[in-house]
């Protein structure tokens, strides 16, 4: 079960800073596979043959022919000597996790754990992925450090702690018709309005379309112009009138 704790907690010893089977450059994943002793000879060759035939990820193969998602991760880091954390077990800080709103950490797959020397630490599941570490270093205003750690197992963690986060006062809106703006913030910390919408609700679902088109890196088309949706950082809504930061 996924630990969250109230106050810094990070424990050095959680992250495995050279997992088992690194640093390891030059060795084939299905090497790393049978030496850790995860599946047969015979699967890692059938799944080879398949990912060199289909031109699909051989980690994708082995996982469906019974690899754990969470051993490629760690076999993953080992192999580019990257450091690997099981956030099932970690225990996250539930005030740092929380400075990333839950739709970013969605769209990016990325969640916040603990400090380390200055440094906010968030598992990701690539931590040698440079744009990426300055999209989150620009979400959080702080120095990141990125650590390795199994896609779904982030996905799951991110959903417990948004659950954990406490309730909030109710924010009382004016009972008059209202429109609202919608706009994302790049990379290079400058925001762009997508479009005015007459409901709320309108807003969330069109909010919800670009978050998604941003998860792929798609082009994002706006209200003037288009933007890649691999430089988003954020997405925001606001009133009419009101104006992001």
Do not use: W
Not at 44 to 62: N, T, W
Not at 150 to 155: C, F, L, P, S
Not at 190 to 213: H, K, N, P, Y
């Amino acid at each position: 079960m996924m630990t969250i704790e109230d106050h810094a907690a990070s424990a050095p010893a959680s992250i495995e800073e050279n997992p088992e089977g690194g640093p390891s450059h030059n060795v084939p994943l299905g090497t790393l596979v049978l030496r850790a002793g995860l599946l047969p000879l015979e699967t890692i060759e059938e799944s080879l043959r398949e990912a060199i035939k289909s031109g699909r990820r051989l980690g994708e193969i082995l996982v469906e022919r019974g690899l754990g998602e969470r051993e490629l991760a760690r076999l993953l880091a080992a192999q580019y000597a990257q450091p690997f954390v099981d956030v099932t077990e970690f225990p996250i800080d539930a005030d740092v996790a929380h400075l990333l709103p839950r739709e970013v950490a969605r769209t990016y797959c990325a969640l916040p754990i603990g400090r380390d020397e200055g440094a906010i630490m968030v598992a990701v599941p690539y931590s040698a992925d440079s744009k990426q570490r300055e999209r989150l270093r620009l979400a959080l205003k702080s120095p990141v450090r990125l650590v390795t750690a199994a896609r779904g197992d982030i996905q799951a963690a991110i959903d417990r702690v948004a659950a954990a986060e406490p309730e909030r006062e109710p924010v009382v809106r004016r009972q008059v018709p209202q429109t609202y703006e919608v706009f994302v913030r790049l990379v290079n910390g400058t925001t762009v309005a997508v479009d005015r919408l007459a409901s709320l609700a309108d807003a969330q679902a069109l909010a919800e379309r670009v978050a998604g088109e941003a998860r792929v890196g798609a082009t994002i088309e706006m209200r003037e112009g288009s933007v890649d949706g691999s430089d988003v950082v954020s997405i925001e809504i606001f009133e009419a009138g009101e104006k992001p930061s």
